[in-house]
């Protein structure tokens, strides 16, 4: 279990419920997953953390399936299971197919192994790619 | 130095080359940045590994913009100093604006966030979340 | 199960048994958890591991809760589950609240963030931070 | 350089200004590193990360030395060369020591030694740091 | 389950048959592990991180066994939990000895915590390190 | 320059040059190299490092070729620069050509991108590959 358990909806404190509302309002769900859950016995970083995510996430210049893309593409170069659970969910959701899903872990497998190949044999940046 | 030097194309073998040609005329640029020159002394790895990013960085269902921007959120997620430099650069090419820079940049930074949240608070994958 | 198994007190040679019965002393505990007893199968690397950490948890100029709470950051960044959920306890018992768990989480969590931000940007490091 | 490049006090605009003047009247210093002036090109996200590092960072159940150090102890484990460098300022400013600074990193080293040798040998978490 | 499911050998296509013969063929084995039953939805994908595995560990101025006790020590070190039992496994099966085993995780620690000692000391790389 | 500064062998104490002493002995060189200079400063760390380092990295099961490479796999999918310039010298003095680096750069590059594709599509571990 979390290590500082679960607070569900019906416990929650006016200010969690708060939250907790503009979660379920924005994603357009009823009910709350267990990220915000573990999150909420400490409110401030609940609220903090949710605003963040509401700000980020929303479409802007990258539309949200792009940013749900990313997002899935760097938790699972973290290794983070449930992180990869939640944002395939929540990717396919804005409207990644399964060959979009294919397509997205062939890059993210093929950048991961040119990280290390270019490090590796310890390449100097190019004079073309520094930023002036 | 790359570890074992770069190969420049004057001095490369017609195997090595022909990668070379390739990389040029796909990309359509008129030189070889130094990760490829740095892989030359292995020409199979050379081949093997440009054959690959071709076929996985051709536009599918993600376009090309879209994967460029994944390649450079894995390599800013690795800390990788080279891929973020000539990533970043590829990217523009494609189309990547200073504002979906910024954005994704934001992305990025959000998720190796709550991918520790997520992880150092012990969270359980909803039910919800699981494939079948 | 572990990859070479675990090794219990009754069927310890005596000389992972003193490494057993120092770690039980050091700690104020009647039991092994399965990290030693795995690496029992390798009693050098018991022995040296002990001994490392006895020598580095020991309060210094940094007293243990801070160490632990070090521990444990470390091990989140790194997504190791394990080590999450012993150093989570460790450092409950050496006094962690669980306001300073929440703090401690917020701050992983930040310093996890602004890492990617700053390497993503390809920001360049301030004369005033270097170190002479 | 930066990817966008540094903006910087004389020729940002009044909401960048802003929090440049609260970063400096908060960490009380009269100059702005390049990591904010690196930010300073996407206004919201400027706003955003110092609202939340001056929120995270202040002093509560965890003091400033401490955040600073759990902040390096991360930056570390990430291999964050900008980040290194500013967070080994900002803790030596908040008091730590040279004793300190290698008492810290003592425990960092360690930390990201077992949690490979756990992981490595495929270690069960035991039922006693399970919680509940 | 896998995010796309897992294919098995007798609902394949012909294509992916191929790959599953080769695969079994090659490591004179009679049964498919669950990776490449899950990347067998992309097709193209399968085929081509079958023939650069096939390439990589065959025997070359590096033997088989030291290919996959490298591969396994990658895997602890980004703590992949499905990679390290499947590459323990074949590294055992390489020849492997458990003192092998365990003399390979003492090294992988250890270079763990001396990355983190290094940079965490912002130390600068010797002239004589340096390749030319 | 490193965060405490370099201990010369001239400026350093006896325990301090005892230690130096014993690390050219055993690698039969007559220079040490910034690495242990650094560390210098916390005698105790240097002293631990050293000895658990000269134990580790002792031919045993494994020659010190192998073990030098294994050195390398990790410093390169950790991306520390300094470990990756000292441990390629190391491993070519243990006998490292200019091939077997190639072959181990390719080895790692694959395990790096497999552990994603493996943790991406959220593959369970076979039955086959767990122990007992």
């Not at 970083?45 to 929303?58: H, V």
């Amino acid at each position: 279990m979390a290590t500082l358990g679960l607070v569900e909806y019906k416990d929650a404190s006016p200010e969690v419920r708060a939250v907790y509302d503009d979660i379920m309002a924005t994603r357009k769900t009823d009910w709350i997953n267990n990220f915000w859950k573990a999150l909420a016995h400490d409110p401030a970083t609940l609220r903090r953390t949710w605003q963040s995510i509401k700000e980020i996430m929303a479409p802007g210049s990258l539309n949200a399936l792009t940013k749900e893309m990313v997002y899935l593409a760097v938790s699972v170069t973290n290794q983070c299971g449930y992180c990869i659970a939640s944002h395939t969910a929540a990717a396919r959701k804005a409207g990644m197919t399964d060959q979009m899903f294919a397509e997205l872990m062939a890059v993210v497998g093929m950048a991961n192994e040119t990280n290390r190949l270019v490090t590796g044999y310890q390449v100097e940046i190019d004079p073309q790619f520094r930023t002036s």
